[in-house]
């Protein structure tokens, strides 16, 4: 996993190669097609960290592979 996905320009929909990890850190991206930049609102960052904070937890459950059984 490298933290890479592609998210639509707002105003062009070209798609923009952006690293999620720079995002919520308060990066911003800038579109190849229209140079439109791209960013998060910083009241979001923190909302967004939290989100991935337990979307790595989760990951660490499922790895370990004993929350599941049925
Ligand atoms: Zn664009």
């Not at 070209?14 to 990066?27: D, S, V």
Request: contains cysteine; proline residues 3%; charged residues 25%.
């Amino acid at each position: 996993m490298t933290g890479e996905q592609s998210i639509q320009c707002p105003v062009c929909q070209t798609p923009i190669l952006i690293e999620y990890k720079a995002l919520i850190q308060g990066m911003r991206f800038t579109c190849g097609n229209c140079k439109a930049s791209i960013g998060i609102a910083s009241e979001a960052i923190s909302v967004a960290k939290e989100t991935m904070k337990k979307y790595d937890e989760l990951k660490t459950q499922f790895r370990d592979g004993k929350k599941v059984n049925k």
